[in-house]
């Protein structure tokens, strides 16, 4: 029987996927979940156990939160990347790690076709095509949801038919979950005009009353959080979900281009990468110069939106890091926000490189690093280009 390793993770359309492959066509299937900090143990376990009903003839979880942090989310923290300044790249970056482990695994045990369930309207198909025909150029890429054309309810009878108890009910939302937030697509986001329901988010309300946290950088890393330092920053990120998670905080639906033309919808919920990004984002305002902010803003959105339609193989996006990290040199300090049912403010900042020091003066009040005179001069130079121009062409004369 040939192998094909088959991107998994228990929900409708890979547990399709799974039963079409081994079933219909004959595959010898290698389940593979690539947990990018999104799963309990107890989810593992139970997926696990789902798997295995399903006659596939192993399943692996490869996990690669740390890896998923150092290579990818970092970039997205220093960038301040938000989609269309609304979606932190939740889906779109995890899967091209998840892409890249699975077609690493998928060498490390002689397979010759690898598997997704993408569908043939989404971004997804491509970002998993891209990396697999980059890493494994003489596999075989098979896509059953997106050559069959399968409808989610066409999806479910098939199941339904060969025996597979799950809840269908839950499953008519589909949800990926990760450490930088989780996707939740539906009926709905399918329309222009209609909204989650509550009980479509997978984390549901349960905290009311104001809180304040702060969250400590270090070179552009989040190091801590109310006062306890954090080795490695996922667990960091993992305490700002859990703090801020409950408030129904990061809530939200992205409209955007997608890769192939057509404009799309998703739900979310990012409370922590949305409070790191913002709470990061007011920092660097302290820290960083004018043009230092002027070119991370430019190159940061190439780069997001690069991730996003998967071109995270080329080589520009090295570049791009680098210079993102080398940014990072003055941004530390901390950051104070509050917390609030569905959504949060930022309060302020403390840092040793705050570039806001009142020795130097205080905005509309005094300076005390020139004179008058000093600044009669410079704005009779800065202005004197656009002068002459009016002078030559006369242009303010005829007005």
């Not at 376990?45 to 690669?64: H, M, N, Y």
């Not at 069959?148 to 999806?155: A, C, D, P, V």
């Not at 979310?268 to 409070?275: C, G, Y």
Request: charged share 25%; net charge negative; with cysteine.
């Amino acid at each position: 029987m040939k192998k094909v390793v088959l991107a998994y993770s228990g929900g409708l359309d890979t547990t399709f996927c799974a039963i079409h492959l081994s079933k219909d066509k004959g595959y010898e299937v290698h389940a593979v979940l690539v947990n990018t900090g999104g799963f309990s143990e107890e989810e593992l376990k139970t997926i696990e156990d789902r798997a295995s009903k399903l006659g596939v003839a192993s399943f692996k979880v490869l996990d690669v939160t740390k890896t998923y942090y150092e290579e990818v989310i970092k970039y997205l923290i220093f960038g301040n990347v938000l989609k269309n300044q609304t979606y932190p790249l939740s889906v779109s970056a995890e899967r091209i790690l998840q892409a890249k482990s699975l077609a690493e695994y998928a060498k490390s045990i002689g397979a010759k076709a690898v598997a997704h369930g993408s569908t043939g309207a989404g971004n997804d198909q491509v970002r998993f095509d891209m990396i697999f025909q980059t890493i494994l150029p003489e596999a075989e890429i098979i896509t059953p949801i997106r050559d069959l054309k399968l409808s989610r309810e066409e999806e479910i009878d098939y199941l339904k038919k060969h025996g597979v108890s799950m809840n269908f009910e839950k499953a008519a939302y589909s949800i990926n979950k990760g450490i930088w937030g989780t996707s939740v697509g539906g009926k709905e986001t399918l329309t222009s005009h209609q909204t989650l329901p509550e009980d479509a988010f997978p984390t549901q309300i349960s905290k009311t009353d104001r809180e304040e946290i702060t969250l400590a950088f270090n070179n552009g890393e989040l190091t801590g959080v109310n006062g306890t330092s954090y080795d490695n920053p996922v667990d960091a990120i993992l305490k700002v979900q859990e703090l801020a998670g409950p408030f129904g905080i990061g809530r939200d639906i992205h409209v955007g281009d997608t890769i192939i033309g057509i404009k799309g919808r998703v739900g979310f919920e990012a409370a922590a990468p949305l409070i790191i990004i913002k709470a990061h984002q007011l920092l660097e305002k302290h820290t960083l110069t004018k043009w230092q902010s002027f070119w991370k803003n430019q190159l940061s959105e190439f780069y997001g939106n690069h991730l996003h339609e998967g071109h995270y193989l080329d080589p520009v996006m090295r570049n791009l890091e680098a210079f993102l990290a080398d940014t990072q040199k003055f941004v530390s300090g901390d950051v104070r926000v509050a917390l609030m049912p569905y959504r949060f403010s930022l309060i302020g900042i403390q840092s040793d490189h705050d570039l806001m020091s009142s020795k130097f003066g205080s905005y509309g009040e005094m300076n005390k690093g020139y004179t008058a005179e000093d600044v009669k001069g410079f704005t009779r130079i800065l202005g004197n280009q656009t002068a002459i121009f009016h002078k030559v062409n006369q242009t303010l004369e005829n007005e």
